[in-house]
C-alpha cells in the first residue's frame, strides 16, 4: 500500500510564478520528510527536508511546510525557474537514526514555462 | 568527490536469468541502499547495508538479494527474472541525506 501519496502527476506553472507540490502521508510513524528532485536520465537529487519537529523548513527558493495532523506536506518554489522543470519526489521515513527505508511518493512532474 | 557509480547502466536480459548489479558509494559513506523505480509503482526501497549488514529490508521475495563489501561497495542479485523486474534500478550512499547513482536500466525480455 502506498504509504506517501502525491495526487498530482503534473503540474505546469509559468517562471517568476509559485510552484506548490503537494504530498500526503498514512504512517503516523513517520517523522522525517524529504523532497528529491528527478531530470530524466539521472538519479534523484536531494532538495531539501524536514523535521517532524518543525513545520517549516526554508532553503533559498525551497520551502517546505509540514502539516501533522493533517499528515500533509508541501513544497513551494517561489520564483519558479524554467529550470526547475523535473519530477519531484516526497519520502518519508520513521526515523532518521534507524537507517533510510525511504517511502517515497510516485512523484509530479513539473513543467516551469517561460 | 566522485559521485555514486552504478555498473552497468543499461542490461538486457531474458526471462528466467539472474542479474548482478554493481553500486559504488561515495567515499567515505558506508550506508547503501537500493531501490526500484517503475512506471506504476514509483521508488520502491529494496534493502539497506550498513559496514557489511543489511539493516533495513522492504518488501520484495526473495529473488532479490544483496550484500556490501568491506570497502563498502554493494552489489544486488536477482534471480530467476520475471518481465516485471524490468525497471530502473537505482542505488544510494549516505552519511545524511542519501545520494543517488543514475542507475541501471534493467530490461527483462
Known amino acids: 500500500d502506498q504509504q506517501v501519496k502525491q495526487n498530482s502527476p503534473s503540474l505546469s506553472v509559468q517562471e517568476g510564478r509559485i510552484s506548490i507540490l503537494n504530498c500526503d502521508y498514512t504512517n503516523s510513524m513517520f517523522d522525517y520528510f524529504l523532497w528529491y528532485k528527478k531530470y530524466p536520465a539521472e538519479g534523484p537529487t536531494f532538495l531539501i527536508s524536514i523535521s517532524s519537529i518543525k513545520d517549516k523548513n526554508e532553503d533559498g527558493r525551497f520551502t517546505v511546510f509540514l502539516n501533522k495532523s493533517a499528515k500533509h506536506l508541501s513544497l513551494h518554489i517561489v520564483p519558479s525557474q524554467p529550470g526547475d522543470s523535473a519530477v519531484y519526489f516526497c519520502?518519508?521515513?520513521?526515523?532518521?537514526?534507524?537507517?533510510?527505508?525511504?517511502?517515497f511518493g510516485k512523484g509530479t512532474s513539473l513543467l516551469v514555462t517561460p | 568527490k566522485a559521485g555514486v557509480t552504478q555498473t552497468p547502466r543499461y542490461l538486457i536480459k531474458t526471462r528466467g536469468q539472474q542479474v548482478t548489479l554493481s553500486c559504488s558509494p561515495i567515499s567515505g559513506h558506508r550506508s547503501v541502499s537500493w531501490y526500484q523505480q517503475t512506471p506504476g509503482q514509483g521508488l520502491q526501497f529494496l534493502f539497506e547495508y550498513f559496514s557489511e549488514t543489511q539493516r533495513n529490508k522492504g518488501n520484495f521475495p526473495g529473488r532479490f538479494s544483496g550484500r556490501q563489501f568491506s570497502n563498502s561497495r554493494s552489489e544486488m542479485n536477482v534471480s530467476t527474472l520475471e518481465l516485471g523486474d524490468s525497471a530502473l534500478y537505482l542505488c544510494?550512499?549516505?552519511?545524511?541525506?542519501?545520494?543517488f547513482g543514475s542507475g541501471t536500466r534493467l530490461t527483462v525480455v
Open positions: 519520502a518519508a521515513t520513521p526515523n532518521s537514526n534507524s537507517g533510510y527505508a525511504l517511502n
Open positions: 544510494a550512499s549516505s552519511l545524511t541525506e542519501l545520494s
